[in-house]
């Protein structure tokens, strides 16, 4: 599904990422963990495609294209779809456009016709339910006025609308209190299956008590420095990054 | 070239039985036209905008005001519970017209037949707001005066329905040009909706030049919507004078599609505590469309209120011209007034030329204004990429939402729904924004 190889990258001239490898596999979720200014940012940065990074050295290919030649556009209908840390606001677009608009564009990459509109209400609320949303919010401009929870839950529906192959989640927990966190979570786990992959960047466990990992990687230094299940999050957890410092640099 | 040309046809509206003070009032009017002439662009108030392309046509006077059914059923607002007046060429055709039923108090008539009637309430306000020399195309409407709406709403009168009141262009084997006047009399305690909506055949190339006066008396509230969707080769010239006492409220949503050349002109007055002027506007250019609006709101006295947001969308090598004026008289105090002009342009070939104007002579005020003109949020942009959603697809929806800021404003469903679709639909074809916009209603 995913597969990185000696990933380096810089920001303004200074290498954040130095050599990071990783394979995803369909059905996989993996979650990546590191202390501040690991790389954690910049490492999903890249893999969205934002303007800024540069990459130096190494490859990133996604269900066997080169993902680093592809616009940000292509790799969300190629099925990469990026659930954002700090969702942006953008006033004047309904958020029934932005679902209609991205699901099309989907569609027209695979080449199929456009998506009826009853047969896309019917889609989109079934949707909206399932996240507890109100079919009102269809008509409200995307994440205008939200709270954090409710941006994050807005990032899960269109996930569940746009249906990925791979899920990034950015610090998809930040600044969620308990009951959204279940919601957000609810909705992550229900795209869960055998043909798709998650990948989910956090500073905390928390979360993976929620959406349970395959496999915990740590990134130290721009590197990974330790990979394992989930055990390792909970070790991380308990004693914090230090020890992982210490016995990679022995 | 001379105005001559454009006052030859007054005879023919010379119409028997015209009230002594009506022709007297066109006589001097048409003086007054021949002493101005025409603009130039060495006079402040004209300098981005040439008239000259006006000036030198030649325009007739409509002969006749048919329509066939299906034509206006595929050009006017799907507005039917209204009270509805419908002008072809500047002509009243009552086959079209469907007034309705009124509430006591009020007036709901075409011009024409308020002058036979001998309504009084013209003899006092026609050309009460306008004075003799605001401008050469003001004191035209008025030697020609003779159609248009009569919107009386008598004391504590409220209309329920909207006033909508249609002028249709027509493409024709010569231009014409019409002239129609908007008389608003709302007295104290008075409430009512006008829908002015402006639209042409395609290609229609006349002239319209409209002048309406509104005078609100105390505690009455007037919605004004003006929605301008002439064909790309219509001249369309206007301006709105309005006159406010205490408590009144006036909103305007001046929304301009259409046109070749547009000015428009409004002016409040705001003479009384607690008086508020809303001045809520659109206006959308492509290709070689030329847009002018100039705005004046006179705070003349204390505790009066002005909001006012315009906003302009420019493609091709369209061009904009905003001027908007804020006069806060010498002791009027406590006064607040806030003006916004905030511009898109498209194209590189596109241009605005925007001006705001504040004159205060009062110290204890709250005043803001501010103009920009500025290219979209490339954070949404990226926002909407990163779903799928092609650069250009992303670009025409944040286009749209500009839009949608001022339209946010508007109650009317018919109305919104109508500006979306024609901005979406002009926009240039890669926006590819038509399928998006039809399926809006969830």
Redesign the interface.
Known sequence: MLEIRDLHATVEGTEILKGINLTINPGEVHAIMGPNGAGKSTLSSVLAGRDGYEVTQGTITFEGQDLLEMEVEDRARAGMLMGFQYPVEIPGVKNIYLLKSALNAQREARGEEEIPSPEFMKLVKEKLEFMRMDTSFLQRAVNEGFSGGEKKRNEILQMLVLQPKLALLDEIDSGLDIDAMKTVSHGVNSLRSENRSILLVTHYQRILNHIEPDQVHVLIDGRIARSGDKQLALRVEDEGYEWIHQESAA | MSTETFLQHLQERVEQGAPEWLTSRRQSAAESFARQGFPSPRQEAWKYTDVSRIAESRFTLASDAALSEARLAALRLQVDDAHRLVFVDGLFSAEHSDIGELPAGVVVEPLSQALMQGREVLGSQLGRLTGEDFSPFAALNTAFAHEGVLLHLGRNAVLEKPVYAIFVSRTGESAVMSHPRLLIRAEQGSEASLIEHHIGEHEAANFTNVVGEASLDANARVRHYKLQEASQSEYHVSSMHIDQQRDSLYASYNLNLGGALVRNDLISELNDENATTEFWGLFFGQERQHIDNHTQVNHNAPRTYSNESYKGILGGRARGVFNGRVYIKRDAQQVRGYQNNANLLLSDRAEIDTKPELEIYADDVLCSHGATTGQL?E??I??????????E?ARG??T??????VMEQIPLAEITERVERTVAGKLPDRFNLM???E??D?
């Open positions: 949020d954070n949404a990226f926002a909407l990429r990163a779903r799928g959603i092609s650069q697809m929806l944040l749209l939402a500009f839009a949608t800021e399928g998006v916009v399926d809006s969830a």
